[in-house]
């Protein structure tokens, strides 16, 4: 006589269920976490604010104008005087002093680029934080005793297109962009101007404005790259 095999047992994995509230939590991780970026990217909009409206001592004017929004670096190109391609992006991380004129660079421009470069050196000890740029917005070829001289004293010199740089450097209504001077924060946002022509008393006061940017971003900024 034939048995009939057993039932056989069947295997079940109980997978544990969510505990209460734990869904709830879950999000509400996920909102910190974009706080803290859109937070992050405010951050030196915030610190400009705080530095000019808050800690500026009463009746010690500015010479910087904020520009709001700020503008971001451009994902674009630039060209080295020796052909080299440079993504602009790169040259995040450090604050940066900014020119833009064209490639024939006459008298008023070299005396900008001076002005440029000693603004860098009164900054002192901070000085390694920031780096000044001649952006170039044309085709025209750059003087090869200028374009030497500004090598040995360690200026970034780029051609970028006319486009990108409107775009990245904003200008009043009436002006042109070879009336300023601009400040680029280490994350690539252009978020200040200072005018091009300064005499000494002015440009105490820029030195003034930029040593209180410095100063104020010194928990989150470090020299170099």
């Given at each position: 006589m034939s048995h009939s095999p057993p039932d056989e047992v069947l295997g079940l994995t109980v997978h544990s269920l969510p505990k209460p509230g734990e869904a709830a939590r879950t999000v509400a991780s996920g909102r910190l976490k974009l706080l803290a970026i859109l937070l992050a990217c405010s951050?030196?909009?915030?610190?400009a604010?705080?530095?000019?409206?808050?800690?500026?001592p009463q009746g010690q004017a500015g010479l910087g104008e904020l520009i709001t929004p700020v503008r971001p670096v451009p994902a674009a190109q630039g060209t080295g005087l020796d052909g080299t391609q440079v993504p602009l992006p790169s040259l995040k991380?450090?604050?940066?002093?900014?020119?833009?004129?064209g490639g024939a660079c006459v008298q008023d421009c070299q005396k900008q680029l001076t002005v440029l470069r000693q603004f860098r050196l009164m900054l002192g000890k901070d000085?390694?934080?920031?780096?000044?740029?001649?952006?170039?917005?044309?085709?025209?070829?750059?003087?090869?005793?200028?374009?030497a001289s500004l090598k040995q004293d360690s200026a970034t010199v780029l051609r970028v297109d006319a486009a990108v740089l409107d775009n990245w450097f904003p200008v009043p209504p009436g002006k042109v962009r070879q009336d300023f001077i601009y400040v680029v924060d280490?994350?690539?946002?252009?978020?200040?101007?200072?005018p091009s022509v300064l005499d000494?008393?002015?440009?105490?006061?820029?030195?003034?404005?930029?040593?209180?940017?410095?100063?104020?971003s010194l928990t989150w900024d470090s020299p170099g790259r």
């Amino acid at each position: 006589m034939s048995h009939s095999p057993p039932d056989e047992v069947l295997g079940l994995t109980v997978h544990s269920l969510p505990k209460p509230g734990e869904a709830a939590r879950t999000v509400a991780s996920g909102r910190l976490k974009l706080l803290a970026i859109l937070l992050a990217c405010s951050l030196p909009v915030l610190v400009a604010y705080f530095v000019f409206y808050v800690v500026r001592p009463q009746g010690q004017a500015g010479l910087g104008e904020l520009i709001t929004p700020v503008r971001p670096v451009p994902a674009a190109q630039g060209t080295g005087l020796d052909g080299t391609q440079v993504p602009l992006p790169s040259l995040k991380a450090q604050w940066l002093l900014v020119k833009v004129d064209g490639g024939a660079c006459v008298q008023d421009c070299q005396k900008q680029l001076t002005v440029l470069r000693q603004f860098r050196l009164m900054l002192g000890k901070d000085m390694d934080r920031l780096d000044w740029l001649w952006l170039i917005n044309d085709q025209v070829p750059v003087e090869p005793t200028l374009a030497a001289s500004l090598k040995q004293d360690s200026a970034t010199v780029l051609r970028v297109d006319a486009a990108v740089l409107d775009n990245w450097f904003p200008v009043p209504p009436g002006k042109v962009r070879q009336d300023f001077i601009y400040v680029v924060d280490p994350m690539g946002n252009t978020m200040m101007r200072f005018p091009s022509v300064l005499d000494s008393a002015a440009a105490a006061k820029a030195r003034r404005d930029m040593e209180h940017l410095l100063r104020a971003s010194l928990t989150w900024d470090s020299p170099g790259r």
